[in-house]
């Protein structure tokens, strides 16, 4: 929700800014705008709609030459997606201008307020009062960081905000609660924004800032008040950027460095004409590198990053897994593999649902929670929620450092690497990779299923990559069948037992990238009511669980495609390679690789997302940046 960049160094402040936001702009993209501050004066431009809007605006009236610098690139909340709206929002003065990202929950009491006090607010954001209170508070302390920090004392709900003020050149302040911002050290220059990859280009230090901590960048020679107590910065020709990080009391904070072990390139679309193409194409890989080095030579898994001690583990009297989208159809999934392998009952939550239900906790239950971003805030609630309840709480994340990990007892990271196109799909499938080991692990701790058992699941664990390769490389009648689809309204989906998630995944991807009426059902339910929705040639999607080990299951799914056929669909059947029994009723037949039942799903999405990304293009929708969404949901 909301991309955001913060610059001050010695290159063209304007260009790192939007380079920035390009990176950012899967975070938002209502609107984007940028400010910049050169002899004394703050310059701005911004434009509803997306970032190529504001370049081209840019590119009519340019802003003057500076290096300092912040931008922003918006996920609306408050106040339409207009150009007044878009941030960065200024004082009247037009003395601070300031970025944010969240939701500011007290702003209509502090409007109030400010307006009593004589000031003229002209957006509908919440954000705008902040850029107030920093005027009022600077003009009484005369510092950025200090106002900043007095501000977000009075501040309620969830925020990361970035400021520069007209009077401090060569400063640019941060701040974070329950909302993300890191900050990126490079040679006499320093930036502060919502993820790393605004950054990666220029450097590849960076640093984590905790919850409710300002930091403070300052150029070396830029005026104001003295910045002491730096924890870091850099030399370079432009000189030293110093990094000081404070509470929101002004105490100095502890922050954690960090190196970004992949480059500028991992972020690039690497010549796909969408990164989501990219995203499916790098699934065999994401899956082959969540399993490095969590595996020893004879098969046995090690999962040091759990940190939670076996004993521990073999009390663990309940699994509940919270999260959103999804990744909580990955939780789906993840629960017959850990009830299957455990025997230990595993409840599945979305994650904004959870609290509110008032679930039955405590220091036995074991509670997973899965998110791709790491900053997903009804996830992070969830995750809250159950370690107040004293819970012990692992994350299955992909964004190293985000605020899920760094608030859980443990983490094991997914390793997909950065997934910039909204629609989730490398993530999903390196989620799944992650639930399948800690459900082995628990297995393997417990006692619950023999040492060769876990063996050859890991072994078959293994080999998924190349049969996710396998899968990719067949893909073109999938996307000649999604084309012909391009002009109906509904695709239904229907799966059994593992493959029902797999359905409602289908379903989720075509609606938020297609916006077409999907939805997913398990196959059995069908009688009891959607079927009324099969009607002449109604695309079915049906995910059919394998022959081999799942007989039952198989028959009667086979009897339900010819249920909904009898009745007039169109059925597209996904079945594993030598399944027979269902040519007869299959219209469109995809063949899958053959793979334990548990571990289907990790091929069997992948043509869904192929046929989503497909239909999507054919209906000439943007498939990175689907309407109404955005990558990262840091508001409940
Ligand atoms: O970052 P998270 O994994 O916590 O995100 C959860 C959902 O918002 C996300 O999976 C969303 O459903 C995807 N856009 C679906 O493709």
């Not at 073109?476 to 084309?483: Q, S």
């Amino acid at each position: 929700m909301c991309g955001i960049v913060g610059y001050v160094g010695r290159q063209a402040a304007l260009e790192v800014v939007t380079a920035g936001l390009r990176r950012l702009e899967y975070r938002g993209y209502d609107s984007a705008g940028v400010a910049v501050l050169a002899d004394g004066v703050l310059a701005t431009a911004k434009k509803a709609g997306k970032l190529v809007n504001l370049e081209k605006e840019l590119g009519e009236r340019p802003l003057p030459a500076a290096t300092t610098g912040l931008g922003h690139t918006r996920w609306a909340t408050h106040g339409a997606p207009n150009d007044v709206n878009a941030h960065p929002h200024l004082d009247d003065a037009g003395r601070v201008a300031v970025v944010h990202n969240g939701i500011i929950e007290n702003f209509a009491r502090l409007r109030a307020e400010l307006e009593e006090r004589g000031h003229r607010l002209t957006s509908e954001t919440d954000t705008e009062v902040v850029s107030h209170l920093l005027a009022e508070e600077y003009s009484a302390c005369g510092g950025l960081a200090e106002a900043m920090r007095l501000v977000c004392r009075r501040l309620e709900g969830a925020f990361t905000l970035v400021a520069v003020a007209a009077e401090e050149p060569g400063v640019v302040v941060g701040a974070r609660r329950n909302s993300p911002l890191v900050v990126g050290v490079g040679q006499g220059e320093g930036f502060l924004a919502s993820d790393v990859s605004a950054f990666i280009e220029y450097t590849r230090d960076a640093i984590e800032l905790g919850q409710d901590q300002v930091v403070e960048l300052r150029r070396d020679g830029a005026g104001g008040p003295d910045a002491t107590g730096g924890t870091g910065g850099a030399d370079g020709t432009g000189g030293a950027v110093a990094v000081t990080v404070t509470g929101f009391d002004g105490l100095p904070a502890e922050v954690r460095e960090f190196h970004i072990d992949w480059d500028a390139s991992a972020a690039e679309k690497g010549g796909y004409d969408y990164f989501m193409l990219k995203e499916i194409a790098e699934q065999p890989k994401a899956v082959a590198d969540t399993l490095l080095g969590r595996i020893d030579g004879s098969g046995h898994l090690s999962l040091d990053e759990l940190r939670i001690p076996p004993e521990e583990l073999r009390e663990v009297d309940k699994v509940v897994i919270v999260a959103c989208g999804t990744a909580h159809h990955a939780g789906l999934i993840a629960k017959y593999a850990v009830e299957h392998w455990t025997r230990v009952p595993c409840e599945v939550d979305l994650a904004s649902e959870f609290r509110y239900r008032d679930p039955i906790l405590g220091p036995r239950a074991l509670v997973i929670a899965i998110s791709q971003s790491g900053e997903t805030m009804d996830t992070l609630m969830a995750l809250r929620h159950a370690r107040e309840q004293g819970s012990k709480v692992v994350a299955i994340c992909n964004t190293n450092g985000a605020t899920i990990p760094r608030e859980s007892d443990a983490v094991l990271y997914t390793h997909a690497g950065p997934e910039v196109a909204v629609a989730s799909t490398k993530a999903f499938l390196t989620q799944l990779v992650a639930c399948y080991l800690v459900a082995l692990y628990l297995g393997q701790v417990r006692g619950t299923r023999s040492g060769e058992e876990i063996r050859e699941q890991v072994r078959e664990l293994s080999g998924i990559g190349d049969a996710v390769e396998r899968v990719l490389e067949t893909m073109e009648p999938v996307r000649e069948l999604a084309r012909s689809l391009s002009s109906r309204n509904t695709v239904l989906f229907l799966g059994r037992h593992v493959g029902h998630p797999v359905a409602l995944e289908g379903a989720l991807k075509l609606k938020e990238l297609a916006y077409m009426h999907a939805e997913g059902f398990a196959a059995g339910e069908l009688k009891h009511g959607p079927i009324a929705l099969i009607e002449e040639g109604v695309p079915v999607v049906v995910v059919v669980p394998s022959p081999r080990d799942r007989a039952v299951l198989h028959d009667k799914i086979v009897s339900n495609i010819q249920e909904i056929r009898a009745r007039g669909a169109r059925t597209i059947v996904i079945a594993e390679e030598g399944d027979e029994a269902v040519v007869p009723y299959a219209d469109h037949l995809v063949r899958i690789p053959a793979t334990p039942p548990l571990l289907q799903p990790l091929v069997a999405t992948v043509p869904l997302q192929v046929f989503a990304c497909e239909l999507a293009t054919a209906r000439g929708n943007e498939v990175d940046q689907p309407r109404n969404l955005a990558k990262s949901v840091t508001v409940e």
